[in-house]
């Protein structure tokens, strides 16, 4: 069992004409096998929480606290979150040129995992995770994201989720890009995972499509930098009739 | 013995092929005060197969240089090491060249040739190696339809100097591929030059150079397109590391007036790893026909990514693997060009040894 707590977060980025202030007071609560669903409009903040809680360097945080099963996330190092269990399914790839799939594959299991799979086990571990996802075998040769089709990459990214076994994962818009053939793969592949490992997933989407594969637990209305609204799987149906009008003008 | 010196003008830093070049650490090869230690260094690591053979005898130049250390290696001797490869000899296996008899006190002046015969296919590998004050006049001749792929490795000792013209002659319908690798010595400055005498050849001239604490690595290259449709394409990758580490890239691209039909492309991207450390890089396009098939350049010199970095870390992989992934993912490219896997891992596994004691 873990429990990803944050408690009123409070995040600026850091831009050329200085902070601006984007989370205004987050807070929000997964435990394992639930699953949370973000809406909210575009810049309303949802990949600022993303990525304030996977640690990337841009954002600086202002106030407030993620714990980790009461251990300080904000205080560790981008690798040392992922190695505590968490992980975040990014809404933009990163290409890594002249890094293959596989050795970055392995390069992070070993991170993982504290020492090297066992190269027999490790080469149909990874076959098996990519068959599940329908992505060509291929793509273990191919550099990291290097060329990737949209679709492609959200595949590689829950492809990664499976084989990394995390406690709590974000998915950050996993569903955009991807046909529907390979929006029903990929939510069997985070089905999977929540059943396998008991997996707590804060899912943040625009569409209530994905929803009707990944069912989640919570719904939360993101708007201006904080959580506005909370409510059951309902609630995503009435935003997608009524739309964010309700929200962003309070 | 001394050099004579009056024959030649001396380089004072102010003119254009020498004003990024340190000539205080040249060790007197640019202005004569260089001793000659009359060695011949270079030598074939292994028996040589049927159609190649590997001589000593007394070669005119194939084509003149405006180099003034070349102009005194000419000067000093007519005694060519030369590696013929007969014409449609077909080899599957690299020849490997390397150095013997290194020196520190005295300098080397070197020639050596390389000529493929008509149709022949061959790879060959120079590996430099050791202590030496090396300067080298190194011309290759592709006779019509030949094919070489000519890897040079760097991988001098940290006092070593090593200034070099490594110059292709391509005729009709020659490929020539070239891959310089410089991770070693204290100053290598080495002119890549091509010039093609027959329409229908090819130049690919490739290189990495990852130089550390002060090193200075020149790469000079020169392409003259004086003959229509030949293709050429350039691509050099440099990483650095350190205080006072510099490196120059230097692409010199001419297509002529009769060179219609070229199509040509140079880029060159550096990695600056540290501070302290100066990456000068300067593409240089002259057209004189605008009847070619295309002409392009592009140059960056940038830090650490990021988003590459953060991407690899939320993976669980630590700051110190992250950024050896990305140094051996940039150079990976160049560096799977050379087909030899020995080497290859040799040289990544240095890079990250270096990266490692420059505590990257
Ligand atoms: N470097 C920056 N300079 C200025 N504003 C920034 C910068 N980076 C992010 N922002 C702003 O932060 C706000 C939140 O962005 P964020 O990406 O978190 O939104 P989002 O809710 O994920 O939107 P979307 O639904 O479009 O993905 C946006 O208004 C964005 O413009
Ligand atoms: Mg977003």
Redesign the interface.
């Known amino acids: 069992m873990s429990r990803l707590e944050i408690r009123n977060l409070q995040v600026s980025v850091n831009t050329d004409a200085g902070a601006v202030d984007i989370l205004k007071g987050v807070d929000l609560t997964i435990n394992s096998g639930e699953t949370h669903a973000i809406m909210g409009p575009n810049g309303s903040g949802k990949s600022t929480l993303a990525y304030s809680i ?5 954002y600086t945080i202002v106030g407030g606290s993620v714990t980790l099963d009461g251990a300080d996330v904000l205080e560790m ?3 040392e ?3 505590a269990g968490l ?2 399914a ?1 809404q933009y ?7 293959s799939v596989s ?2 594959l392995r ?2 299991a070993t ?2 995992r504290g020492e090297a799979p066992k190269l027999r086990t490790w080469v149909g571990e990874v076959k098996e995770a990519m068959e599940a996802l329908n992505m060509d075998p291929a793509f273990a040769s191919r ?2 994201n290097e060329g990737f089709s949209g679709g492609e990459k959200k595949r590689h990214e829950i492809m ?1 989720l499976e084989l ?1 076994k995390p406690k709590i994962a974000i998915l950050d818009e996993t569903d955009s890009g991807l046909d529907v053939d390979a929006l029903r793969i990929v939510s069997e592949g985070v089905n999977r995972a929540k059943e396998n490992n008991n997996l707590g997933v804060l899912l943040i989407t625009h569409y209530t499509r994905i929803l009707k594969y990944i069912k989640p637990d919570f719904v939360h209305v993101f708007a201006n930098g904080h959580i506005v609204e909370e409510g059951g799987p309902d609630l995503a149906d009435k935003l997608e009739a009524n739309g964010y009008a309700d929200y962003v003008s309070k | 013995m001394s050099l004579a010196t009056t024959n030649y003008l001396t380089p004072t830093g102010r003119e254009e092929a020498w004003r990024f070049t340190p000539l205080k650490r040249l060790q007197g090869l640019h202005d004569g005060a260089a001793i000659d230690g009359q060695r011949t260094s270079l030598v074939s690591k292994a028996a040589l197969p049927s159609g190649v053979n590997f001589v000593r005898e007394s070669l005119q130049p194939l084509a003149s240089s405006d180099d003034v250390i070349i102009e005194r290696v000419r000067g000093l001797t007519d005694d060519v090491s030369h590696l013929s490869i007969a014409a449609n000899c077909e080899l599957t296996e690299p020849i490997f060249l390397g150095r013997v008899l290194g020196a520190l006190e005295t300098a080397e002046f070197s020639r050596v040739r390389i000529s493929l015969g008509a149709h022949a296919v061959a790879t060959v590998v120079l590996e430099n190696t050791g202590d030496t004050v090396l300067a080298e006049d190194l011309e290759i001749s592709l006779a019509p339809g030949s094919s070489l792929k000519f890897v040079t490795i760097q991988e001098f000792e940290s006092k070593s100097v090593y200034t070099a013209r490594h110059h292709a002659v391509v005729d009709k319908d020659a490929q020539f591929k070239s891959i310089t690798i410089t991770v070693g010595g204290d100053v290598v400055r080495i002119l890549p030059t091509v010039e093609f005498t027959a329409p229908g050849g090819s130049a690919e001239l490739l290189g990495v150079y990852f130089a550390t604490s002060g090193q200075f690595f020149e790469h000079r290259m020169h392409v003259d397109h004086a003959v229509p449709h030949a293709k050429s394409r350039v691509n050099y990758k440099g990483a650095l590391v350190g205080r006072d580490t510099h490196t120059v890239w230097i692409g010199d691209v001419l297509i002529r007036a009769v060179a219609e039909g070229t199509d040509t492309y140079e880029l060159n991207r550096n990695l600056l790893l540290s501070d302290g450390s100066r990456a000068d890089s300067v593409p240089n396009l002259e057209i004189e026909t605008g009847e070619i098939v295309g002409a392009g350049h592009a140059s960056t010199t940038g830090r650490f990514d990021d988003e590459q970095l953060f991407y690899l870390m939320s993976r669980g992989i630590s700051m110190e693997n992250a950024r050896r992934l990305v140094v051996r993912g940039f150079f990976n490219e160049i560096i799977t060009e050379i087909g030899i896997e020995r080497i290859q891992e040799r040289l990544m596994d240095r890079i990250d040894g270096e990266l490692e004691k420059a505590g990257v």
């Open positions: 996977a640690g990337h360097p841009k190092t981008v690798d979150r992922a190695k992980f975040l990014m790839p990163v290409e890594v040129p002249g890094v050795n970055f390069t992070a991170a993982l550099n990291v990664q990394l």
